[in-house]
């Protein structure tokens, strides 16, 4: 008796065991909103640090927002690019956490290495009260399954090209992924503002990281509130494995090594503008970063330039520079110039408007046709454009005329090409509210667009009527600028670097070998004709001892 009331009493417990676990697994997890202290603690960092931008009601409304392009994250959309949870779906903690800690590169989000993990993780905790989907125990988020990189090869990259083709990443990314499918154009957020795609051949630019598990978390999650899907579903890890390798590959893992000078090979062949790029093989290239005219009015926080590969050489007679850089298209038409005037209001527009290919927050499915609404924009009412500055003197010293087109008492020489024209043109800075035509049609060039890049040639003679002569040898400060038509970059409004330098490799560089093998000859000569004179002292002297004393009868035999 007493054996059956143990196995019924063990059978009863094992009963409400597995009824509470049953009823615990349809229970929704606790949202993780943190106290009330945590997120007391991080309104006031907010409010202190980051309401700037996104305003103090969490609607990316902030004073500064009107300048900045991509526009404050808006938290009461509950919208986040970057997440390890699935798409449309809030991001976690830890996934605030990260992006407030490392930043978003090449926008206004900076990274805050300075804050403590408590500091940061109240500032998340407090994010989650502008969106009452945080709160809400059916939108508790959960992380994707993000499995650990396989080792990359040179079949996943192969197969990975293929599937970034069939599966219509060229349609926003391009052929080359440099940002300029047919589509790009075209796209907008869930806000309907225009948003380009990522240039992938330029990792250090992607906002979630640029490493292969980067990657591949965003080819897995989507980005939220922009046309570029998760593909978690669609495609096996394998397949996207293979995407992120492609994708690696395109930009490789030596970031932009920006340098701060120009190097000027010497050619012997006459420079050929017919052969464009040509002329520059043997020149080493170097790439400088743009940033945007904030100084003077009116502003360009963020230029979709961020920088220009700079290779250049000279001959007997000139000196050329090849100017590259990628954009979504080649606007040549409209109109450009380095004084035309932008309305001060234009100055709290962002994001250039764009032609609706899909409605807004419907993100573009890579397999699907693309819709019947036109893929391209309409042309814009301004072209690209380029220049390159120098000093109109040689300097002599230490001080440089001022960077934004020079100043009253050192002026700047400026090539200027409008690219929906045949020739560059040459102005005189004075300062950015003066500058002049000065055009001696001295400076050519050529320019041409392919597959999301531009490449630009100016050539000059190294002696010109005026400006400032070029010479072996010699040092001379060179600023890029670079407009965007697109953007409807002009003027003042344009994307520029700083002042850097261009140095003219002498005709022919000397060899270090031959110096040293005549100073070693030299100095070995030396050490045997002393060291010869030395021994001959020895072996001489005692002789010379003995003649003297026989001769003096002082020998005794």
Same mark, same amino acid.
């Given at each position: 008796?007493?054996?059956?009331?143990?196995?019924?009493?063990?059978?009863?417990?094992?009963?409400?065991?597995?009824?509470?676990?049953?009823?615990?697994?349809?229970?929704?997890?606790?949202?993780?909103?943190?106290?009330?202290?945590?997120?007391?603690?991080? @309104?006031?960092?907010?409010?202190?640090? %980051?309401?700037? &931008? $996104? /305003?103090?009601? *969490?609607? #990316?409304? +902030?004073?500064? =927002? !009107?300048?900045?392009?991509?526009?404050?994250?808006?938290?009461?959309?509950?919208?986040?690019?970057?997440?390890?949870?699935?798409?449309?779906?809030?991001?976690?903690?830890?996934?605030?956490?990260?992006?407030?800690?490392?930043?978003?590169?090449?926008?206004?989000?900076?990274?805050?290495?300075?804050?403590?993990?408590?500091?940061?993780?109240?500032?998340?905790?407090?994010?989650?009260?502008?969106?009452?989907?945080?709160?809400?125990?059916?939108?508790?988020?959960?992380?994707?399954?993000?499995?650990?990189?396989?080792?990359?090869?040179?079949?996943?990259?192969?197969?990975?090209? @293929?599937?970034?083709?069939?599966?219509? %990443?060229?349609? &926003? $990314? /391009?052929?080359? *992924?440099? #940002?300029? +499918?047919?589509? =790009? !154009?075209?796209?907008?957020?869930?806000?309907?503002?225009?948003?380009?795609?990522?240039?992938?051949?330029?990792?250090?630019?992607?906002?979630?990281?640029?490493?292969?598990?980067?990657?591949?978390?965003?080819?897995?999650?989507?980005?939220?509130?922009?046309?570029?899907?998760?593909?978690?579903?669609?495609?096996?890890?394998?397949?996207?494995?293979?995407?992120?390798?492609?994708?690696?590959?395109?930009?490789?893992?030596?970031?932009?090594?920006?340098?701060?000078?120009?190097?000027?090979?010497?050619?012997?062949?006459?420079?050929?503008?017919?052969?464009?790029?040509?002329?520059?093989?043997?020149?080493?290239?170097?790439?400088?970063?743009?940033?945007?005219?904030?100084?003077?009015?009116?502003?360009?926080?963020?230029? !979709?330039?961020?920088?220009?590969?700079?290779?250049?050489?000279?001959?007997?007679?000139?000196?050329?520079?090849?100017?590259?850089?990628?954009?979504?298209?080649?606007?040549?038409?409209?109109?450009?110039?380095?004084?035309?005037?932008?309305?001060?209001?234009?100055?709290?527009?962002?994001?250039?408007?764009?032609?609706?290919?899909?409605?807004?927050?419907?993100?573009?499915?890579?397999?699907?046709?693309?819709?019947?609404?036109?893929?391209?924009?309409?042309?814009?009412?301004?072209?690209?454009?380029?220049?390159?500055?120098?000093?109109?003197?040689?300097?002599?010293?230490?001080?440089?005329?001022?960077?934004?087109?020079?100043?009253?008492?050192?002026?700047?020489?400026?090539?200027?090409?409008?690219?929906?024209?045949?020739?560059?043109?040459?102005?005189?800075?004075?300062?950015?509210?003066?500058?002049?035509?000065?055009?001696?049609?001295?400076?050519?060039?050529?320019?041409?667009?392919?597959?999301?890049?531009?490449?630009?040639?100016?050539?000059?003679?190294?002696?010109?009527?005026?400006?400032?002569?070029?010479?072996?040898?010699?040092?001379?400060?060179?600023?890029?600028?670079?407009?965007?038509?697109?953007?409807?970059?002009?003027?003042?409004?344009?994307?520029?670097?700083?002042?850097?330098?261009?140095?003219?490799?002498?005709?022919?560089?000397?060899?270090?070998?031959?110096?040293?093998?005549?100073?070693?000859?030299?100095?070995?000569?030396?050490?045997?004709?002393?060291?010869?004179?030395?021994?001959?002292?020895?072996?001489?002297?005692?002789?010379?001892?003995?003649?003297?004393?026989?001769?003096?009868?002082?020998?005794?035999?």
């Amino acid at each position: 008796m007493t054996s059956r009331l143990m196995v019924r009493w063990a059978l009863a417990v094992w009963i409400v065991v597995v009824w509470a676990a049953s009823a615990g697994s349809g229970r929704a997890a606790a949202p993780d909103t943190g106290t009330d202290a945590q997120r007391e603690a991080g @309104k006031k960092l907010y409010l202190k640090y %980051c309401s700037q &931008c $996104h /305003g103090e009601n *969490g609607d #990316g409304e +902030g004073y500064a =927002a !009107p300048h900045l392009r991509p526009r404050p994250r808006n938290f009461t959309s509950g919208k986040f690019k970057i997440r390890t949870t699935p798409s449309g779906a809030l991001p976690t903690h830890q996934d605030l956490v990260n992006v407030i800690r490392r930043g978003m590169p090449y926008t206004s989000m900076p990274a805050w290495p300075n804050f403590s993990d408590q500091d940061v993780s109240d500032i998340a905790y407090f994010l989650t009260t502008f969106s009452a989907d945080f709160s809400n125990p059916d939108k508790v988020p959960t992380t994707v399954q993000l499995p650990g990189a396989p080792k990359v090869t040179k079949e996943s990259i192969a197969l990975g090209k @293929k599937l970034f083709e069939d599966n219509g %990443c060229i349609k &926003c $990314h /391009g052929t080359l *992924g440099r #940002g300029d +499918g047919p589509s =790009a !154009p075209t796209l907008t957020d869930d806000w309907g503002r225009a948003i380009r795609p990522a240039d992938l051949t330029q990792s250090w630019t992607f906002r979630g990281g640029s490493s292969r598990e980067d990657v591949f978390r965003s080819m897995t999650t989507g980005l939220n509130g922009t046309p570029m899907p998760g593909f978690g579903d669609a495609l096996p890890p394998e397949q996207r494995w293979a995407i992120a390798d492609y994708v690696d590959s395109l930009s490789g893992s030596e970031g932009p090594r920006y340098t701060n000078l120009v190097t000027v090979k010497h050619v012997l062949d006459p420079i050929d503008l017919a052969k464009g790029a040509a002329n520059f093989e043997s020149a080493r290239a170097a790439r400088f970063p743009i940033i945007g005219q904030i100084t003077e009015p009116v502003r360009e926080f963020h230029p !979709p330039t961020t920088s220009v590969m700079v290779q250049a050489v000279y001959d007997a007679d000139s000196i050329a520079f090849l100017v590259r850089w990628h954009d979504l298209r080649p606007d040549k038409e409209g109109k450009n110039g380095p004084s035309l005037q932008v309305p001060p209001e234009e100055e709290e527009e962002t994001g250039a408007p764009a032609a609706a290919a899909q409605a807004p927050g419907a993100p573009l499915n890579p397999f699907e046709e693309a819709p019947a609404a036109p893929t391209s924009a309409p042309p814009s009412e301004f072209s690209d454009a380029v220049a390159i500055q120098i000093p109109s003197q040689a300097p002599t010293g230490a001080r440089k005329p001022y960077f934004i087109f020079g100043d009253a008492q050192n002026s700047v020489d400026l090539w200027f090409f409008d690219l929906s024209r045949p020739q560059p043109v040459q102005f005189t800075g004075r300062g950015s509210q003066d500058v002049a035509p000065n055009d001696s049609g001295e400076v050519t060039g050529v320019a041409t667009y392919d597959q999301g890049e531009w490449s630009v040639v100016f050539k000059r003679p190294l002696r010109p009527a005026s400006g400032a002569a070029l010479a072996p040898g010699q040092f001379m400060p060179v600023a890029f600028s670079v407009w965007d038509g697109f953007a409807r970059e002009r003027g003042n409004r344009r994307g520029l670097s700083l002042w850097y330098s261009l140095y003219l490799e002498p005709e022919e560089v000397p060899s270090a070998v031959g110096p040293m093998l005549k100073t070693a000859f030299f100095i070995l000569a030396a050490e045997v004709i002393v060291i010869g004179w030395v021994r001959s002292r020895r072996t001489r002297g005692p002789s010379r001892t003995l003649e003297t004393a026989g001769a003096s009868g002082d020998i005794n035999v």
